[in-house]
């Protein structure tokens, strides 16, 4: 478990010395944890073939008489609760291990479209959606991690429920249907309100329909990284959020597993 005031003083050290000014968080702190475990039921994108491999190589008594237990494990960079770098989809943009820390912490709003996308699956977030959000909650700021909920993320981890098809390898994806973000609406969020990342709780960006993965391109081109799988975005408001966005720091990564969790500012 987290201690109260080392959190506490990470938080008041992110508020302090980035811009435009942010919450600090104070007292107790209710973390919402957004990120979906690791095992066996790790949902990756069809083409992925190796699944989350967890590998016993010690556990057990030894012969010293203590309890001693070490594990390898096997991972595509892309699968679970995990993070796109831009270098994913824009050449000469940051891998992994050069997000800086600003792009992955901070203040969050939570968009829901789920009335529109659980209806239809290849529904894509609008521009629109956006702007009525905002019309109900005030403008979104300057350098804020947007966040949507289609609502897809109750079907987590049935695979024919949350992709479209139970399907894998290449004959699936023509058969993919899920919700996404327009690239019309991305390229907004990056020019009109220069956000500093994008989630949301399905298996991608782009919906699953998508043969060019242009909001990946708009938004990793625009050195921008995506959350994608989110877990229990229906627990959290639709502002007044602080985010930390921890991947693995892979070098040289094109994505990696992600630990993301929101605790409430207001």
């Given at each position: 478990?987290?201690?109260?005031?080392?959190?506490?003083?990470?938080?008041?050290?992110?508020?302090?010395?980035?811009?435009?000014?942010?919450?600090?968080?104070?007292g107790e702190i209710n973390w919402i944890d957004l990120t979906y475990a690791y095992d066996s039921t790790t949902l990756y994108w069809p083409n992925n073939t190796k699944p989350f491999v967890h590998t016993t190589e010690?556990?057990?008594?030894?012969?010293?008489?203590?309890?001693?237990?070490?594990?390898?494990?096997?991972t595509p960079e892309h699968g679970g609760t995990h993070l796109d770098a831009p270098i994913h989809f824009a050449a000469g943009k940051y891998t992994v291990d050069q997000i800086?820390?600003?792009?992955?912490?901070?203040?969050?709003?939570?968009?829901?479209?789920?009335?529109?996308?659980?209806?239809?699956?290849?529904?894509?977030?609008?521009?629109?959606?956006?702007?009525?959000?905002?019309?109900?909650?005030?403008?979104?700021?300057?350098?804020?991690?947007?966040?949507?909920?289609?609502?897809?993320?109750?079907?987590?981890?049935?695979?024919?429920?949350?992709?479209?098809?139970?399907k894998t390898g290449p004959e699936a994806l023509p058969e993919l249907h899920f919700p996404g973000i327009d690239p019309a609406a991305a390229d907004w969020l990056v020019k009109e309100r220069k956000v500093k990342a994008v989630g949301l709780d399905?298996?991608?960006?782009?919906?699953?329909?998508?043969?060019?993965?242009?909001?990946?391109?708009?938004?990793?081109?625009?050195?921008?990284?995506?959350f994608e799988n989110l877990a229990n975005l229906n627990l959290l408001p639709a502002k007044g959020l602080y985010v930390v966005a921890l991947p693995m720091k892979i070098g040289k990564g094109s994505g990696g597993p992600l630990r993301i969790i929101a605790a409430k500012t207001e």
């Open positions: 478990m987290l201690k109260r005031w080392p959190v506490a003083l990470l938080l008041f050290f992110f508020a302090c010395t980035s811009k435009p000014r942010t919450h600090a968080l104070s010690a556990e057990g008594i030894t012969a010293g008489g203590y309890y001693y237990s070490s594990y390898s494990i096997c800086p820390l600003s792009s992955l912490t901070g203040n969050a709003v939570v968009i829901d479209v789920s009335a529109k996308a659980l209806p239809n699956r290849d529904y894509r977030v609008s521009k629109d959606d956006i702007l009525q959000w905002e019309k109900e909650n005030g403008a979104i700021g300057e350098q804020t991690i947007v966040l949507f909920r289609t609502g897809y993320g109750q079907y987590y981890p049935n695979r024919e429920k949350y992709f479209g098809s139970a399905t298996p991608s960006l782009d919906y699953g329909q998508s043969t060019d993965f242009k909001t990946h391109q708009v938004l990793m081109g625009a050195n921008v990284p995506g």
